[in-house]
């Protein structure tokens, strides 16, 4: 039970605690040698609503019960939960497990990222597919009719045509980009990655962005695709500049670069021991409220101009290294922060 991220007690059917996971030992910060034989639910800012579950466990009303609580952590915040309480068939002790709600909608929001990313690469897939043959055909046909024009002055209408197609052709390459290349497993040095993109981004605005490096040096080499990697980076700090437009016309742009380990995380529904943090920071304006919650999705985006496809193909190779990217922004403070499981 300490391998887990739940919070887990388990009871003595009159309440006392027999036992608690080092998880649950974290969020209380009390040991489990200090935990043994006290009253569960005084550890609760309400403890009838766990009396009565212990109750109904006690007289078999019910195989498992779910509610939600708020565990009391003096000197900290309270910790809202959300918990089940099952009974142990043979023994009679009763099994408490405690989500924290802030993490249970991360796992929710995590889950529904990856389910819309699989959704809409299929989608992408095949709508793009369906506009190639066509646009062929309209490119094809406006080719063939500029050539039996008599006036010159009207092949201008079949370069609009040829131009937009040729155009829109782009962009279903860009589409597709993802789907064809192919996955280059060899060892990576995230800070290699970091350097190149730093130095991209520096060579297209050298005056006004400072981009500023906050590296772990400690962080191991890991198995994956390069390339990809370079690419999903450069899109998110390349994101970041476009928004950074105006603080660097006035000279105090700054992006931070930011690489840690996080142990023992949970993120995809899977917990690893080990795990990058990778942190794209920028003092922008913030992404706008009526995109925050869809910024991942192909084809949104809240720049003029902008194709909507960056942020969505840098999703897209950080989940093939089994990862995640989030984002959290407000005025003043934007953090995109990557997440891949290391050895």
């Known amino acids: 039970m300490d391998l887990v991220s739940t919070l887990i007690a388990v009871l003595h059917p009159n309440g006392a605690t027999v036992f608690v996971n080092a998880a649950l030992e974290t969020a209380l910060g009390l040991s489990r040698r200090t935990l043994e034989g006290v009253d569960f639910s005084s550890l609760f800012t309400d403890p009838v609503i766990l009396q009565t579950a212990l109750s109904g466990a006690r007289g078999r009303d019910f195989a498992a019960l779910r509610f939600e609580a708020v565990l009391r952590r003096p000197p900290h915040e309270p910790l809202p939960v959300h918990a089940s309480v099952a009974v142990v068939e043979h023994s009679g002790d009763v099994i408490v497990e405690l989500w924290p709600l802030e993490a249970q909608a991360r796992q929710d929001r995590e889950e529904r990222l990856r389910e819309q990313a699989q959704a809409h690469k299929e989608l992408i897939r095949n709508l793009a597919h369906e506009i190639k043959n066509p646009l062929g055909g309209i490119r094809g046909a406006a080719q063939l009719l500029e050539m039996e024009l008599e006036s010159p002055d009207l092949a201008e209408y079949t370069q609009v045509i040829i131009h937009e197609a040729d155009r829109l052709q782009s962009l279903v ?23 190149r993109v730093r130095s991209l981004v520096l060579a297209e605005h050298p005056q006004g962005l400072a981009v500023q490096r906050d590296y772990d040096t400690s962080i191991p080499e890991f198995r994956g695709d390069r390339a990809q990697l370079i690419q999903a980076v450069l899109n998110i700090v390349q994101n970041a500049a476009q928004a950074l437009h ?20 949970t993120f995809g529904r899977q917990r690893y021991r080990l795990a990058l943090e990778l942190h794209v920071i920028d003092n922008g304006p913030g992404v706008p409220e009526a ?21 969505t193909l840098a999703q897209t190779f950080v989940q093939r290294h089994h990862g995640l990217i989030e984002c959290e922004s407000q005025p003043g403070c934007t953090d995109f922060r990557i997440l891949i499981p290391l050895p």
């Open 291 to 311: 995109i925050k919650e869809r910024i991942f999705y192909p084809l949104v985006t809240g720049r003029d101009g902008g194709s909507g496809l960056g942020l």
């Open 246 to 265: 105006e603080r660097i016309a006035a000279g105090d742009a700054v992006i931070t670069l930011r690489t840690r380990v996080a142990r023992q995380v």
């Open 173 to 195: 390459d860009r589409l597709l980009a993802p789907h064809r290349h192919p996955h280059l497993v060899g060892d990576v040095n995230i800070h290699e990655v970091c350097e």
